[in-house]
């Protein structure tokens, strides 16, 4: 990798008051990218997609993670795993598209079969034609490569390198902060609630844009004007996940006043109160009474990121037809708002070009949060 200097990791994770942001190369180097996709990608727990990709027992999904070929497969006990896309025969790749399946994932070259929970079921010809079977081939030992998945609000995520904590540990804190949310069904909002976003800046500064609330006043003078940034505070995590909330949510979507469902049994602090948490690496997340969205960044370039938004309610009456119009004004509604902040975070990305920048500062009482991710990235670094 391009040489990090660790006086500079150092400084990047000093007490905020005398810290420097991550240097340039973290977001203007091809090489850092490439290390980044071992040392923060595969060594952490990352999404690559949603459960909603795949509704229904029987369907697939191919998913191209940073070069890793996965696929994300319902099974017929409605357990949602994730799978390298290959055969085991020859390497070739098995899924090329989302499908339904019958209950077997066929390989295209030789026709090899695999069940939904990755066995292998049938190895035509194998043998020698019409020999399906031959004591070298074990098929007990040559199912499908399962990649260690977990899924958590409707988020797919995977630990590639098969040795962080589980899941339950390495989101632990995040769980119990969200304990009203975490364990409830969540209705995904249908082709209205789904958007795609591609912006070229480098993903982390997606990230620590979403952490912070100082932004508010001049880039969503919209949403200041009734969440204004003094109705803000800092959620800092340090290892684990950063955001903000506010004290102040109360939408009003339709002038005739139909509203989404809340969540049942909420507690007090959900009645005018939401949450904006991004968990390390590449989730950003907010809940609310009656909705919760989650954002997976797709890192695709060290200098381009694919967000993925997707939305979800709390019953089935709100994700149903009937509601289709105020869906789609929240999503839209949402989806101005992410808008607003492309031209900061590809404005940040050109900036990285300056020869003489060296990471910004940071304030002590508003770059809580940036810096808390800040000090995770360095440290993701320290063994690389």
């Given at each position: ?74 099974g017929k006990d409605d357990v949602v795993r994730v ?231 709390t019953c089935e009456q709100d994700a149903d037809a ?27 990305q050109k900036g990285r070009s300056a020869a003489n ?28």
């Open positions: 990798m391009t040489m990090i200097d660790r006086k500079n990791l150092d400084q990047v994770r000093a007490p905020i008051a005398t810290a420097r942001g991550l240097p340039n190369a973290f977001y203007a180097d091809p090489v850092v990218f490439e290390t980044e996709k071992q040392a923060v990608f595969a060594a952490n727990w990352a999404c690559i997609g949603f459960a909603s990709d795949v509704p229904g027992a029987g369907d697939v999904k191919p998913v191209d993670f940073l070069g890793q070929p996965c696929v994300i497969v319902r799978f390298e896309n290959v055969c085991r025969h020859r390497g070739m790749i098995l899924v090329d598209k989302p499908a339904h399946t019958n209950g077997v994932i066929r390989c295209p070259y030789h026709s090899w079969c695999y069940g939904l929970d990755g066995s292998l079921r049938t190895t035509p010809h194998v043998g020698g034609p019409g020999q399906n079977r031959h004591d070298a081939m074990k098929r007990e030992e040559l199912g499908l490569n399962e990649i260690r998945s977990h899924v958590w609000m409707e988020m797919v995520f995977v630990n590639l390198s098969g040795r962080a904590d589980p899941f339950e540990t390495y989101a632990g804190d995040l769980l119990s902060r969200w304990i009203e949310f975490s364990d409830r069904p969540l209705f995904h909002g249908g082709p209205e609630s789904s958007f795609k976003l591609e912006v070229a800046c480098n993903w982390k500064l997606a990230v620590e844009n979403y952490c912070e609330s100082y932004h508010l006043p001049w880039i969503h003078p919209g949403l200041n004007s009734y969440s204004r940034l003094e109705d803000h505070y800092n959620i800092v995590q340090p290892g684990k996940f950063a955001g903000q909330g506010t004290v102040v949510y109360n939408p009003n979507l339709e002038d005739e006043g139909r509203t989404f469902s809340n969540f049942s049994s909420l507690t007090e602090k959900w009645d005018t109160g939401a949450e904006y948490i991004a968990l390390f690496p590449n989730v950003l997340l907010g809940v609310h009474r009656d909705h919760t969205f989650a954002i997976m960044l797709e890192p695709m370039a060290h200098n381009r990121t694919l967000e993925h938004v997707e939305i979800y309610y009937a509601l289709s119009r105020l869906r789609s004004k929240n999503s839209d509604q949402w989806k101005e708002i992410f808008e607003e902040d492309i031209f900061v975070v590809e404005g940040m920048f060296d990471g910004g500062k940071f304030s002590p009482v508003m770059d809580e949060a940036t810096h808390c991710f800040h000090d995770w990235a360095a440290a993701q670094f320290e063994t690389a």
